[in-house]
Every structure is written in C-alpha cells, then in structure tokens.
C-alpha cells in the first residue's frame, strides 16, 4: 500500500502561482509513475502531470506550458507548480501514484482545494 499527503492548496489570484507537495509513504519502492489529477464542480477528473522514477514527464492539454512536475526520489515527495492561474483551473488537485492508464490511477491521495479568483 502506498499512502499520499497533499499540502499547498489554497485561494490565489488569478496570474498567481502556487506549488503542490505531495508526501507518499508506504511500499514506495513499488511506485514508478506519480503524477497529479484534478476535479473540478461538476467536471470529469482529468490527469494534470505525470512522472516517472527517471524524471520523464508527460502534461495534459489543458494545463500545458503553465505546469511543471518534479519529485524529489530521496524525499518521497512530488511537486505541482502551477503558473499564470486562471479561474477554471479551480479545482480539488489530487496526488496520485500507480499509473494504470486512461486516467487511472492505483492510488490517491485525499485531495487539496485551489481555488482562483477572477
């Protein structure tokens, strides 16, 4: 079982930035893909960033050129920084790690608020 902590949500202006940890622990070792989804009112959860153990990185259309995904392996952590925030990226972000594909993910985390006012 691997377990994910999400911290760094919160209400921000539209153009500001915000960055996203994510602590997992657990059966780590396990995991090469981690990554981060978000939900927003009403709307279907749809994938934001993933990255792989070896640093690659892959984006969703929606967020492209604005986000950037890291990790820090030593740390167990993974790192969402969002730039130029606009109100329709106001959303519940999740962590998640276990790639399964289509969207999906072998685990979550509970979920951090962004919110972004116009």
């Known amino acids: 079982q691997v377990q994910l902590v999400e911290s760094g949500g919160g209400l921000v202006q539209a153009g500001g930035s915000l960055r996203l940890s994510c602590l997992a622990s657990?059966?780590?070792?396990?995991?090469?893909?981690m990554g981060w989804s978000r939900q927003a009112p009403g709307e279907r959860r749809e994938l934001v960033a993933r990255?792989?153990?070896?640093?690659?990185?892959s984006y969703g259309d929606s967020v492209k050129g604005r986000v950037t995904i890291s990790r820090d392996n030593a740390k167990n952590t993974v790192y969402l920084q969002i730039d130029s925030l606009k109100p329709e990226d106001t959303a519940v972000y999740y962590c998640?790690?276990?790639?399964?594909?289509?969207?999906?993910?072998?685990?979550w985390g509970q979920g951090t608020q962004v919110t972004v006012s116009s």
């Open positions: 990255i792989t153990s070896g640093g690659s990185t």
């Open positions: 657990g059966s780590v070792f396990t995991i090469n893909n």
């Open positions: 998640a790690a276990g790639w399964l594909g289509g969207g999906s993910w072998r685990y």
